[in-house]
């Protein structure tokens, strides 16, 4: 269990609960904010003092078969976990390393966003929006943010890093129908207020959505878009999209067979955006009353999405930057709200339309499948596989993410 690392955990932030209206999970609404306010995150010490008595007092259930992962998360791992976040976890230093970043609130149709603003010290750098997805925040870029910002050796960034509504750091929104498409819309003005006129987009899992929203909304001022996926979130969204396999004559016939079996396996990992894309207001009642309830809905996701070569979470990524995200979800009601946000991209489903913005791609965790259904004609610019990491590259990879970020917008930018 480690410390986050100062160089690459650092600069400023949100008054989360003061400026931006979080207390316990509360919605904003409405919001006067004209213009990118600087902010940042201060939450009260009742609110950390309520947190540890509610993992303090957790009552756990009967178990059946313990110590295996088939079930969910075993309870002996969730102990343990538990007894660390509440006794061993230090929010306050977290929070002193989260407050070195700039940081800005902002405002889309009333419904207000929070952003890292990090600008690079080199004179060429490149504008880059990441973008996360679920069950992320802006946190997950914390470690691609040093070797962005200040590379020892390539292209610079300055970076922004939005957090969608609803995903811990951003209040949840109280409106019907916030997709994509509206986040996208936020980020494009944040931009235009933040002054770049040209800028590069990155993102992950439904991160990807709104990446390319962005690019749609933005024409003409998109260097270029990068995605990050890995082999299993490709398998999936191919069985989701109804792929005719049948059709695809890039996949050998073994190759047909081996993705037709990680179909036929998929129900059972599926479980989770079952009940977020059709009943998320149940699911949430749990989630934002819960702290442990809220960390074993994460924290199982890191477990089956991370590179499976690693035996635990943990051992795939810093387990406090991990408990960072939760305990941001946890004090923004992350769990209800984000799980509302599935629903409605599940209900939306608002595929931009291709435009003529250069495209690329990092798949990890790789293996033969990943190209062959991703990108079957091999019409991306950029193409990169890494056997290593898994859904969470950012976190798990970073160093390699960066390297594949600042490849790809080097050969765009000249």
């Known amino acids: 269990m480690t410390n986050i690392d100062r160089r690459t955990f650092t600069s400023s932030a949100i008054t989360l609960l003061a400026a931006a209206g979080l207390g316990s999970g509360s919605a904003m609404a409405q919001s006067s904010l004209t213009k990118p306010q600087p902010t940042r995150i201060a939450i009260p010490e009742r609110e950390l003092a309520d947190l540890k008595e509610r993992l303090r007092s957790a009552r756990w259930p009967v178990e059946v078969d313990p110590g295996q992962w088939t079930r969910g998360v075993p309870q002996d791992y969730m102990r343990r976990v538990v007894d660390y976040w509440a006794n061993s976890f230090d929010w306050r230093a977290i929070e002193d390393q989260l407050n070195e970043y700039e940081q800005v609130n902002f405002e889309h149709e009333g419904q207000v966003l929070h952003a890292f603003h990090v600008r690079s010290a080199r004179p060429d750098a490149i504008p880059l929006v990441l973008i996360h997805g679920w069950p ?64 590069a987009i990155h993102g992950s899992d439904m991160g990807a959505d709104v990446a390319g929203q962005l690019d749609q909304i933005s024409a003409g001022k998109v260097i270029g878009v990068h995605v990050a996926t890995d082999t299993d979130t490709i398998v999936a969204v191919a069985s989701f999209m109804g792929q005719d396999l049948s059709s695809n004559t890039v996949l050998n016939d073994d190759q047909k067979v081996r993705v037709g079996a990680k179909f036929a396996a998929l129900p059972d990992d599926m479980g989770y955006i079952g009940i977020q894309s059709t009943r998320p207001k149940t699911l949430g009642y749990a989630l934002h009353d819960s702290p442990i309830g809220q960390l074993a809905w994460i924290v199982e996701k890191f477990d089956a999405w991370t590179n499976p070569s690693k035996a635990l979470p943990e051992d795939a990524v810093d387990l406090d930057q991990l408990l960072t995200n939760v305990t941001l979800y946890w004090f923004g009601g992350g769990g209800a709200a984000s799980a509302n946000a599935v629903y409605e991209s599940m209900k939306a489903m608002s595929w931009a339309p291709p435009t003529d913005t250069p495209q690329g791609a990092s798949a990890f965790n790789a293996d033969d499948l990943a190209r062959p259904l991703f990108d079957p004609e091999a019409s991306l610019l950029f193409w990169r596989e890494h056997a290593e990491g898994g859904h969470f590259p950012a976190m798990e990879e970073p160093e390699l993410l960066a390297s594949d970020i600042r490849d790809f917008f080097t050969s765009l930018a000249g």
């Open 136 to 199: 992320s925040s802006a946190v997950e870029y914390l470690k691609v943010i040093e070797p962005l910002t200040n590379p020892a050796v390539g292209r610079a960034f300055h970076l922004v890093i939005p957090s969608q509504p609803g995903f811990g750091l951003s209040p949840a929104s109280s409106q019907v129908g916030w997709t994509s498409v509206k986040t996208a819309q936020a980020i494009a003005g944040l931009m235009a207020d933040l002054g770049y006129e040209r800028y």
